[in-house]
């Protein structure tokens, strides 16, 4: 079975650069997450969707980040303009909808911003 | 505010002996918990979790026990086996009060060593 997939693994990119990040999520699941994990704050949840629609985006940090699920196979994260503060991993989450399902996690894609 | 707390960042097991993990939170309205392992380079896997209605959770060499009265929980490993070593993350969410998201402890690095 395919797992949470994320796109691109690894982005070195320069100040002020435009950053997408790229989810596919397990076929199936209805809720999709994407976190961020640092030294300092751990894994922080940033936002997720249900079904397609964001329900909480209380973790993004800065009006600079947006998150997109045009459809249930895939999910954007973006970063205009990045700054080297957001140079972290970030990661993409699925899970189904059933109570008590646990979530799957992608790899990761780690982000240096210069 | 940390709502899950790993307190111990780092623990070094010798192989065959027995790992203990330790996690402390402060939302009485958590009721469902779980433990993530995470090797480097990785996501996190699901390993193990527990719902408030128990005190124990057991899959082969994984333990989970819960104290609802102390607010704690711990992951018992034993035997301990080399493949062990990676960083647990303990999570937690409020089911029966929203189905809020999981939050996650900063984590703990296990080092067994042969």
């Known amino acids: ?9 690894h982005e070195v990119t320069e100040m002020g650069q435009e950053v997408t990040l790229r989810c596919k999520p397990i076929s199936g ?5 994407w976190y961020r994990q640092t030294m300092m704050r751990g894994l922080e949840l940033l936002i997720y969707f249900n079904n397609n629609v964001p329900i909480d985006d209380s973790g993004m940090p800065e009006d600079r980040f947006s998150a997109k699920m045009p459809n249930a196979s895939f999910s954007t994260l973006k970063i205009q303009p990045s700054e080297p503060r957001d140079s972290a991993v970030y990661f993409c989450a699925s899970r189904a909808g059933r109570r008590a399902q646990p979530q799957h996690f992608g790899d990761g894609t780690r982000l240096s911003i210069l | ?22 996690c402390d939170y402060t939302n009485s309205m958590f009721d469902y918990f779980l433990w993530y392992k995470k090797y480097p380079a990785e996501g996190p896997t699901f390993l193990i979790s527990i ?26 490993i034993v035997p301990s086996q080399p493949g062990d070593s990676a960083v647990y993350f303990c999570a937690a969410k409020a089911f029966n009060s929203g189905n809020t998201p999981l939050v996650f ?4 690095r296990l080092s067994v060593i042969a």
Do not use: C, M, W
Not at chain 2, 2 to 14: D, F, G, H, I
Not at chain 2, 66 to 74: C, P
């Open chain 1, 29 to 33: 699941h209805d809720y999709l997450f």
């Open chain 1, 1 to 9: 079975d395919a797992g949470v997939i994320q796109s691109p693994r």
């Open chain 2, 1 to 22: 505010d940390q709502q899950v707390k790993q307190n111990s960042p780092s623990l070094s097991v010798q192989e065959g002996r027995i790992s203990i993990l330790n």
């Open chain 2, 105 to 108: 402890g900063k984590g703990t």
């Open chain 2, 51 to 76: 719902s408030s209605i128990k005190d124990k959770n057991e899959d082969g060499r994984f333990t989970v026990f819960l104290n609802k009265s102390a607010k704690h929980l711990s992951l018992h």
